[in-house]
């Protein structure tokens, strides 16, 4: 079955701090693959996605940046964090073609990290 | 493009009554409909999902029905627990050959009383 892993659970930065943030899914190839971040109390907003390695969109112009270094190894970077960075940052995935996306179109969500930059 | 339209909250609920929370969507394709559960501190997880018109998902007590004519797929429960308190979003994911992104609504947040 698939899994995804994301972590560190929670992080506490200080402004100007870099950031890494890792995502990886298991038992599944080609996954497409989702960073969002919740604010308190709001919805859901999309960062970066990605159909493929090396393949990234961007949805809002911003501090983060992402990558794909392997197929499915999702990273959000930042070379110097900012107060406005903080919030509940999910990775996620979807079946990207071919019969197992006909199967499951849904999203599956990692834990979540908590970033406080402060 | 894709949209997702759900009730603002907070729901504030006493245990054991009656829950809807609706939700309708705008899609230029036949979407797959899904409803997501976030407890605090927690990533969301999937509930329920339908896949063409007039199916009906279920799962924990909680169901959706896929209304094509009225573009709906409201949630409803007939007796809620404190333990349902949580943030439910509704979304849609697009058919093969349409977006890569699924669509999310803002999210409603549940609050049940014993």
């Known amino acids: 079955s698939q899994t995804i892993h994301q972590w560190p659970a929670t992080l506490v930065q200080p402004v100007g701090s870099p950031l890494s943030l890792e995502c990886t899914v298991e038992?599944?190839?080609?996954?497409?693959l989702y960073w969002y971040r919740q604010a308190a109390g709001r919805g859901l907003q999309l960062l970066f996605y990605?159909?493929?390695?090396?393949?990234i969109s961007s949805e809002v112009p911003q501090n983060l940046s992402a990558s794909r270094p392997q197929d499915r190894q999702f990273i959000l970077s930042s070379k110097k964090l900012l107060l406005s960075d903080s919030g509940f940052y999910l990775c996620?995935?979807?079946?990207?073609?071919?019969?197992?996306?006909?199967?499951?179109?849904?999203?599956?969500f990692g834990q979540g990290t908590r970033l406080t930059v402060v | 493009g894709n949209s997702v339209t759900q009730m603002e909250g907070p729901v504030t609920l006493s245990e054991e009554a009656f829950l809807t929370i609706n939700c309708t969507y705008t899609?230029?394709?036949?979407?797959?409909l899904f409803w997501y559960v976030q407890y605090p501190g927690e990533g969301l997880q999937l509930l329920l999902k339908?896949?063409?018109?007039?199916d009906k998902g279920s799962n924990k007590g909680f169901e959706a029905t896929y209304r094509k004519e009225t573009t709906s797929f409201h949630l409803e429960k007939g007796s809620v627990q404190v333990s349902d308190s949580a943030v439910y979003f509704c979304?849609?994911?697009?058919?093969?050959?349409?977006?890569?992104?699924?669509?999310f609504g803002r999210g409603t947040s549940l609050i049940v009383h014993p």
């Open positions: 899609a230029t394709g036949y979407p797959s």
């Open positions: 979304a849609l994911s697009d058919p093969p050959g349409g977006s890569y992104i699924p669509t």
């Open positions: 038992g599944t190839s080609n996954p497409n």
């Open positions: 996620a995935w979807r079946e990207s073609s071919g019969t197992a996306y006909l199967m499951n179109t849904e999203a599956f």
């Open positions: 990605s159909v493929g390695i090396g393949q």
């Open positions: 339908a896949t063409k018109a007039d």
